[in-house]
Each structure stands twice: as structure tokens, then as C-alpha cells.
């Protein structure tokens, strides 16, 4: 299988269950402003939209959007337990928290790195996002996972969104249990592993 990424995107999110699933990917850089693979392929020949994460299965069949792409990852390992299994209603709660992340966090971040967002927008942005985060760590409570007691695909993807806080001047410090869960993330050693290879860590 084959992995398309940017360093640090939203991609960081397959790329830290796959680690945690023990799947072994083919990674492929892609820049994400030339759309081009750092072998000079032209990215939108794989994914027209433009952006990561794309997975590749063995067969040739391409997957887009990580939440999509992390679900499927984990049912390959059930043992694993990085998703409820299908049917169950902590399987539906599972997709509740990752389209919460998608919808409500991860689309929040988005206008924060365009250049071209007017700064009287960005203040609108950053207000709503301060209070999605907010209610986060209410909802989180004492964790120390958003599912509970079990590591799953949404701690992943949601340890991917908050990272992106540095670099928009987002600062975790101001909800410190959301902090200590970005921390206790960051120590798994599957995701510093994710890190190491993105030249993250």
C-alpha cells in the first residue's frame, strides 16, 4: 500500500494508525502547493481535489479523505482495537467524534494558514475555534482518550489538528486538559514513530 503525505497535514493522521496498526506503508512526499510528488509526479493525475491523505491499496484502488482511509486501516487489524467493530453503537460514536473533527476542528484550522483569509476574518475563525476547543476538553474530561479507556483512529486524527496550533499561534496552553491529552498522544511511541519518519520529531 502507498501513502501520499505532506509533513505534518492531515495525512499525519492515517500515517500515525497505520504505525499503531503495524502496516507497513510505501510513503510518498507530496508538495502540496506545486502538487507534484517529490519524484516530480503530478499529483492530481491520483487525487483531482488536490490534497493528502490518498491511500493506494495493493489492488490499485484508491482511497481519499483520512477518515475515511484511518476506518479502514484499523478494520484490517480488529485486534488492535483502534475501532469499534461495524454494527456496534460505539462504532457510530467513533464516526460521531471523527466528523466532529473533520466539520468542527480540523475546517476550523483551515482558514488560519491561507494567506489570503482578511485578518478580521481570521479573529471570527479563531473565536469560533476557541470555543470548539473548549467544549473538546470538556467532553474529553479525564480522558485520557476520547473513547475512553481505548486508543482509537479519532485520538490519531485529532493529536494531527492540534498540533497545527503552533503554527497559526493557537496556543493549547490556554485549555490545559486538552494539553496533557495532545501530550500523552505525542508519547505514544507509534506516533513519535510517525514523527520521526515525517522529519517531525
Same mark, same amino acid.
Given at each position: 500500500?502507498?501513502?501520499?503525505?505532506?509533513?505534518g497535514?492531515?495525512?499525519?493522521?492515517?500515517?500515525?494508525?497505520?504505525?499503531?496498526?503495524?502496516?507497513?506503508?510505501?510513503?510518498?512526499?507530496?508538495?502540496?502547493?506545486?502538487?507534484?510528488?517529490?519524484?516530480?509526479?503530478?499529483?492530481?493525475?491520483?487525487?483531482?481535489?488536490?490534497?493528502?491523505?490518498?491511500?493506494?491499496?495493493?489492488?490499485g484502488?484508491? $482511497?481519499?479523505?483520512?477518515p475515511?482511509?484511518?476506518?479502514?486501516?484499523?478494520?484490517?487489524?480488529?485486534?488492535?482495537?483502534l475501532?469499534?467493530?461495524?454494527?456496534?453503537?460505539?462504532?457510530?460514536?467513533?464516526?460521531?467524534?471523527?466528523?466532529?473533527?473533520?466539520?468542527?476542528?480540523?475546517?476550523?484550522?483551515?482558514?488560519?494558514?491561507?494567506?489570503? *483569509?482578511?485578518?478580521?476574518?481570521?479573529?471570527?475563525?479563531?473565536? %469560533?475555534?476557541?470555543?470548539?476547543?473548549?467544549?473538546?476538553?470538556?467532553?474529553?474530561?479525564?480522558?485520557p482518550?476520547?473513547?475512553?479507556? *481505548?486508543f482509537?483512529?479519532?485520538?490519531?486524527?485529532?493529536?494531527?489538528?492540534?498540533?497545527?496550533?503552533?503554527?497559526?499561534?493557537?496556543?493549547?496552553? %490556554?485549555?490545559?486538559?486538552l494539553?496533557?491529552?495532545?501530550?500523552?498522544?505525542?508519547?505514544r511511541?507509534?506516533?513519535?514513530?510517525? $514523527? %520521526?519518519?515525517?522529519?517531525?520529531?
Open positions: 500500500m502507498k501513502l501520499y503525505y505532506s509533513p497535514a492531515c495525512s499525519l493522521s492515517p500515517h500515525i494508525v497505520a504505525c499503531e496498526a503495524g502496516i507497513a506503508l510505501e510513503r510518498v512526499k507530496v508538495d502540496l502547493k506545486t502538487k507534484r510528488t517529490e519524484s516530480g509526479e503530478d499529483f492530481r493525475a491520483v487525487n483531482p481535489n488536490g490534497y493528502v491523505p490518498v491511500l493506494v491499496l495493493d489492488d484502488a484508491i $482511497l481519499t479523505e483520512g475515511a482511509i484511518v476506518q479502514w486501516l484499523a478494520d484490517r487489524v480488529p485486534d488492535k482495537a475501532a469499534p467493530a461495524w454494527g456496534s453503537l460505539a462504532r457510530y460514536r467513533l464516526i460521531e467524534w471523527l466528523n466532529h473533527i473533520s466539520t468542527e476542528v480540523h475546517k476550523g484550522f483551515s482558514p488560519l494558514f491561507d494567506p489570503r *483569509t482578511p485578518d478580521a476574518w481570521k479573529a471570527i475563525v479563531g473565536d %469560533r475555534l476557541a470555543e470548539r476547543l473548549g467544549n473538546l476538553e470538556k467532553r474529553l474530561g479525564a480522558g482518550w476520547l473513547m475512553g479507556e *481505548t482509537t483512529v479519532a485520538d490519531a486524527y485529532l493529536f494531527t489538528v492540534l498540533s497545527w496550533g503552533k503554527w497559526v499561534d493557537v496556543d493549547l496552553a %490556554r485549555w490545559p486538559g494539553a496533557a491529552y495532545h501530550a500523552r498522544v505525542a508519547a511511541p507509534a506516533v513519535q514513530h510517525a $514523527l %520521526r519518519e515525517e522529519g517531525l520529531a
